[in-house]
């Protein structure tokens, strides 16, 4: 092990069972020995004889103190390694998107094994999150080296734009801040806003401004189930943001779709998109507490939706706080099933990892219960598969998105 170069970490035995059942990651209180480890650097992680368990991003700034990037000892980590990394990724969306690349997520963090990053591609701007010191440590490598692949495929890239403005890069030692990485030889581009198409639906989209990345790509083909679903139906999309869910329904052929967000910038752009896609005269927007709406609705029925979308933020980011988000969920569901006559629908999902399968089916049973009504599903789906979803690895399962019919 000293031949290849790098520090040893020894761990316990409990991370050495998670890392043989292939979870990425080395928890603070799992390290038994750390010599000469570099934060942001390589090490050997082994167990207490030995024996080798991978290598990754050593920190010691952070609760994961390892992040595994490679199982094999073989691995040379140099810049054809990370390009063999870029190109299987790339190859990936390819394959399970059927060509439909032109707004895509190309890298999903440990999904991808790029630990703690992640790459969103509108159109020709990659918006990146980096949330790993071992990756910011190798995103001046990686950036150009992504843009190089892309435009050998044909793929037109102007820019990489890093949204580096998220907290959690402080529990990694890191600080926060947004702007264009510089790629040699093209200019900086002279604005933060671009336009993709999804769905064949053109949205704006503010990736310097907007929530996470600029716009959520997860939800990509469950729009297009809502769609579906939505012809000749009137239709409230709860939580809209930039009007996705709404904007579907109405391409779908919704008679009409009121769209609701609490943040008036949201409402804003989603009106702009609505006008961009001449769907205006078919949609309405409402710049309101979606918790204080419903209750409105429910003792003023003269506005009657046979067709509700809810898609809320997470509710919880931590288990902690999983059981004030269930009430949450249960809040807005129950609500939502007293509004829908009897052969409404209802699309409704959870966005969070901390809110298990499990607990949110348990949600919704007890939401019916109490609506007094029956749920029968027509579809129960996940996040479209450039976000893809490792088994071994729960944090990589968090959307869950079902279809209802409530009867």
Not at 112 to 120: A, K, R, S, W
Not at 138 to 152: D, G, H, N, S, V
Not at 247 to 272: F, Q, T
């Amino acid at each position: 092990m000293k031949q290849r170069g790098y520090p040893i970490v020894t761990v316990t035995k409990k991370a050495e069972r998670s890392l043989e059942g292939g979870h990425p990651w080395v928890y603070d209180g799992e390290v038994l020995s750390a010599e000469g480890c570099e934060d942001g650097a390589l090490c050997d992680v082994t167990d207490e004889k030995g024996k080798y368990l991978g290598t990754g991003f050593f920190n010691s700034h952070s609760r994961i103190r390892v992040r595994i990037l490679s199982r094999n000892a073989n691995d040379r980590f140099d810049e054809a390694f990370w390009e063999r990394r870029l190109r299987y990724a790339w190859e990936y969306r390819k394959s399970v998107m059927g060509g439909d690349i032109s707004c895509c997520r190309l890298i999903f963090g440990e999904a991808d094994q790029f630990p703690g990053l992640t790459v969103d591609r509108f159109s020709d701007i990659l918006v990146t999150q980096t949330l790993s010191l071992g990756m910011e440590k190798q995103k001046a490598l990686l950036f150009p080296l992504l843009c190089r692949i892309l435009r050998e495929d044909g793929q037109e890239i102007r820019g990489v734009y890093e949204r580096n403005d998220v907290a959690i890069r402080e529990l990694e030692g890191l600080t926060q801040g947004k702007g264009f990485f510089p790629l040699p030889g093209l200019p900086v581009p002279d604005s933060t806003f671009t336009e993709i198409v999804e769905n064949g639906i053109r949205y704006g989209v503010d990736f310097e401004n907007g929530q996470k990345t600029g716009f959520f790509l997860d939800q990509k083909y469950n729009r297009q189930a809502v769609a579906r679903l939505a012809r000749d139906k009137r239709v409230l999309d709860c939580f809209t943001h930039t009007g996705s869910f709404a904007l579907n329904a109405a391409m779908g052929g919704a008679r009409h779709v009121r769209a609701v967000d609490i943040s008036e910038a949201a409402v804003e752009l989603a009106r702009e998109n609505a006008r961009r896609n001449g769907l205006e005269d078919r949609m309405s927007f409402v710049a309101s507490n979606v918790y204080d709406l419903l209750p409105q609705m429910e003792s003023s029925p003269e506005e009657k939706f046979d067709f509700i979308i809810l898609d809320p933020p997470a509710f919880t980011k931590s288990r902690r706080t999983v059981d004030s988000a269930t009430r949450g969920y249960k809040e807005i569901n129950l609500r939502a099933m007293k509004l829908l006559p009897r052969g409404g629908y209802l699309a409704t999902c959870s966005c969070s990892h901390f809110m298990t399968e499990e607990l949110f089916v348990g949600m919704l049973r007890e939401a019916a219960h109490d609506a007094h009504v029956q749920l029968r599903q027509i579809e129960a789906r996940q996040q479209a598969p450039d976000h893809p979803i490792l088994w071994n690895v729960p944090e990589t399962n968090y959307l869950k998105f079902f279809l209802f019919q409530v009867v």
